[in-house]
């Protein structure tokens, strides 16, 4: 059973949020401020999970964070697709032309950035973590700063929302990985999805090959993701996502890929969330 989740970011971020609607029972979570926290956290068994941001449906993939799993052995467990809507809040008694300066998260800026076109007296500013920049304004009592945040963080932190949803394209969603530190648990019945990381030969067509048994085997390519090998120049990891209708189409695409990719690895196999 899990009990403690290291997450990243603090109390209100969408990090705890997620730890509020994955499991079944509260758990008590582990506030890291970065990623590589997180990960120390799972590795030193201070908590039986964590949970980290892979992709966003408008940023794209979080690529440190797949070779941070890959590094340290980790394993993905399950997944969890949460809606974020992104709020500009302050202290109470405040309008939006009393803000002199917003502080959030680089990605959360980048997403709300034409929100801001319309109020050009307010200066934008990166921080580390949506939820800790509330905290800050409620300790410290800052009048003329904003964050852009979750509801929940606004609750938490008695701040007043000025502006609900500000970001630009409002159904944006970001996929968020349960990792553990062993493989998982699910049983064969129930694990539809997995992800893949293999190398390719620098060969004509090795990639295309290795995709084409994926799809003779029923697999349906979900993802697809390049990182660079750093000790080999110019050659590449590739990180994959699959979904399937029965285990078995998976097992068999396995032992093919296993003999015809370099450094085959399965980093989770669990039960596809986007059904």
Request: glycine residues 4%; aromatic residues 8%; charged residues 25%.
């Given at each position: 059973?899990i009990?403690?989740v290291?997450i990243?970011?603090?109390?209100g971020?969408?990090h705890?949020?997620?730890s509020e609607?994955f499991?079944?029972?509260?758990?008590?979570?582990?506030?890291?401020l970065?990623?590589?926290?997180v990960?120390?956290?799972?590795?030193?068994?201070?908590?039986d999970?964590?949970?980290?941001?892979?992709?966003?449906?408008?940023?794209?993939?979080?690529?440190?964070?797949?070779?941070?799993?890959?590094?340290?052995?980790l394993h993905?467990?399950g997944?969890?697709?949460l809606?974020?809507q992104?709020?500009?809040?302050a202290?109470?008694?405040q309008?939006?032309?009393d803000i002199k300066?917003v502080?959030?998260h680089?990605?959360?800026l980048l997403q709300?950035?034409?929100?801001?076109?319309?109020?050009?007296h307010i200066?934008l500013?990166?921080?580390?973590?949506?939820?800790?920049v509330?905290?800050r304004i409620?300790?410290?009592?800052?009048?003329?700063?904003?964050a852009?945040?979750?509801?929940?963080a606004a609750?938490i932190?008695?701040l007043?929302?000025l502006?609900?949803?500000?970001?630009?394209i409002?159904?944006?969603e970001t996929?968020f990985a349960i990792?553990?530190?062993?493989n998982?648990?699910?049983?064969?019945?129930?694990?539809?999805?997995?992800?893949?990381?293999?190398?390719?030969?620098?060969k004509?067509?090795?990639l295309?090959?290795?995709?084409?048994?994926?799809?003779?085997c029923?697999?349906n390519?979900t993802?697809?993701?390049?990182l660079?090998?750093?000790?080999?120049?110019?050659?590449?990891?590739?990180?994959?996502?699959v979904?399937?209708?029965?285990y078995?189409d998976f097992?068999?695409?396995?032992?093919?890929?296993?003999?015809?990719?370099q450094?085959?690895?399965i980093?989770?196999?669990?039960?596809n969330?986007?059904?």
């Open positions: 059973m009990k403690t290291a990243q970011g603090i109390k971020s969408f705890h949020i997620v609607q499991f079944d029972k509260p758990v008590h979570v582990i506030e890291c970065t990623f590589d926290q990960v120390d956290s799972l590795i030193n068994e201070a908590c999970a964590a949970i980290m941001a892979l992709e966003n449906s408008i940023a794209g993939s979080l690529i440190p964070n797949y070779a941070l799993i890959d590094k340290y052995g993905i467990v997944e969890h697709y809606d974020i992104h709020n500009l809040m202290l109470p008694n309008s939006i032309h300066e502080y959030s680089p990605m959360a709300c950035k034409d929100f801001f076109k319309q109020y050009p200066k500013v990166e921080d580390k973590d949506t939820a800790e509330a905290d409620k300790k410290n009592n800052l009048e003329g700063i904003g852009i945040a979750s509801v929940k609750e932190f008695e007043n929302i502006a609900h949803s500000i970001q630009t409002k159904h944006n996929r990792v553990k530190r062993t998982s648990e699910v049983s064969e019945n129930d694990i539809n999805k997995v992800s893949l990381k293999f190398e390719a030969d620098h004509r067509g090795s295309a090959t290795i995709l084409n048994v994926m799809s003779d029923k697999l390519l993802k697809i993701q390049s660079p090998i750093v000790e080999t120049p110019w050659k590449y990891a590739f990180f994959v996502d979904t399937f209708d029965t078995a097992k068999k695409a396995k032992s093919i890929i296993d003999i015809m990719a450094g085959f690895k980093l989770g196999e669990y039960k969330a986007k059904l």
